[in-house]
Nanobody
Framework: QVQLVESGGGLVQPGGSLRLSCAASGIIFRPYAMGWYRQAPGKQRELVAT???????DLADSVKGRFTISRDNAKNTVYLQMNSLKSEDTDVYYC????????????WGHGTQVTVSS
């Protein structure tokens, strides 16, 4: 019954900005880590950014300086602020949450479409 719900995707012009949100529900404790991945049809799912419960972040080289990940532990929600968007950022973006440590257990959202086009 654990569920991740993404929102904020859409169509933007190159150089524009977009903010994605992911809310985790159906859990008692805060996820150990949350993050964002993206995937194009027929391609491998790619790590975009992650953030731990303590606020430690990790960003892919392709988005450093343009994207920022943040987390509201009280709301079990993670955000991805995307600036200076490029056409190559066009993908389906998936939210991920690590909800158990022993054994490790992960939950995925259904994805939200981000399209960057003029």
């Amino acid at each position: 019954q654990v569920q991740l719900v993404e929102s904020g995707g859409g169509l933007v012009q190159p150089g524009g900005s977009l903010r994605l949100s992911c809310a985790a529900s159906g859990i008692i404790f805060r996820p150990y880590a949350m993050g964002w991945y993206r995937q194009a049809p027929g391609k491998q799912r790619e790590l975009v950014a992650t953030i731990s419960r303590d606020g430690i972040t990790d960003l892919a080289d392709s988005v450093k300086g343009r994207f920022t990940i943040s987390r509201d532990n009280a709301k079990n929600t993670v955000y991805l602020q995307m600036n200076s968007l490029k056409s190559e950022d066009t993908d389906v973006y998936y939210c991920n949450a690590k909800i158990r440590e022993f054994p490790q257990q992960f939950v995925w959202g259904h994805g939200t479409q981000v399209t960057v086009s003029s």
